[in-house]
DNA sequence: GTACCTGCAAATGTTTTGCAGTACG
DNA sequence: CGTACTGCAAAACATTTGCAGGTAC
């Protein structure tokens, strides 16, 4: 569920703001756990959450990384992914963009973000045909990269790129 | 990868068949196992599928069950799926529809299958317009169930239901 | 000062694996 | 008959939890 913490502030801000809001306590913990949840765009699993806040603060456990996913995840901020990994990977770009879908690279298993506002329309209508309503919809697409496999290249595998701004 | 089996046969005829073309044998918790898989149409984990085919056949282990579940799963005869349970299901309805996506009701998380052709359009022309050729799609939508939240009742409650026809 | 939070380590739940014995073809 | 398959139990993981001590407020 979101929290009704205002939507223009960036995640991590709202994160700060939903914990004093719900009189939770502000620790060193916390903050380093949220900063570098939110630090970049990539998405990311627990254990690689806790090596990198780890490096900044030795202080941080495997238990507290996870109770604090838990609670990102339940303010809305944060949504878990599974994109066919062992783990589930964790995006940090959900807040500010709810309903993007993921391509997978079957090649070179790169996640790439995006959006397409003609499929939020028509996933709508299938829902609302079959006597629900829409709650969060979650798609994935394995797919393989075309310029790979016609140069041996793939443009797009430096990194997660921010979905195209709605047309 | 879906082996050069005749694709006409039913998804249990296809994994004997793939078994006899592997050069795999063909012993009784690996029959058991498939013809409950394949018994209904129902989503499965795999602790239920070693519950009831050790009803049928007592010395079906769960090793076995795993290794059958990874086998038929790599034959393209059944998907793996995560619907936020605990643990994976398993769809023995992949390999007669395999473009179907998933509605999970958030209140009495009943799952229904549906597809839809325009979708399925739309998709495809994302993934081309990002420079992808799709290979497999997955769509899962949690919803409410309108008449649940205005009767009180749910119409669809009791089972996964096929999907519709392609219009 | 006192909840609430944390780290630790043990518990849990799921899936995988090594190995000695079994049975399919 | 040989080799692939199986059951068992242990191992391997990922995640959760109980509890004693620490700390934000």
């Known amino acids: 569920m979101t929290s009704p913490v205002d939507s223009s502030m960036t995640p991590q801000a709202r994160a700060y703001e939903t914990m004093r809001t719900q009189g939770l306590r502000f620790t060193s913990q916390r903050k380093t756990i949220t900063e570098v949840a939110f630090g970049n765009r990539e998405h990311f699993s627990a254990e690689s959450l806790l090596a990198r806040s780890r490096r900044r603060n030795p202080k941080v456990s495997r238990a507290t990384v996870y109770r604090t996913l838990a609670f990102l995840v339940?303010?809305?901020?944060?949504?878990?992914?599974?994109?066919?990994?062992?783990?589930?990977?964790?995006?940090?770009?959900?807040?500010?963009?709810?309903?993007?879908?993921?391509?997978?690279?079957?090649?070179?298993?790169?996640?790439?973000?995006?959006?397409?506002?003609?499929?939020?329309v028509r996933e709508s209508i299938v829902t609302k045909d079959h006597g629900f309503s829409p709650r969060r919809v979650s798609l994935q697409i394995e797919a393989t990269c075309d310029a790979l496999r016609e140069k041996g290249t793939c443009p797009q595998s430096t990194r997660a790129v921010r979905p195209r701004p709605k047309k």
């Not at 303010?75 to 878990?80: D, H, I, M, N, T």
């Not at 066919?84 to 973000?113: M, T, W």
């Open 74 to 120: 339940r303010a809305g901020l944060l949504r878990q992914v599974d994109l066919g990994q062992s783990s589930p990977l964790y995006d940090p770009n959900f807040a500010e963009h709810p309903r993007h879908g993921h391509f997978v690279c079957v090649d070179c298993r790169k996640i790439i973000e995006f959006h397409d506002h003609c499929l939020d």
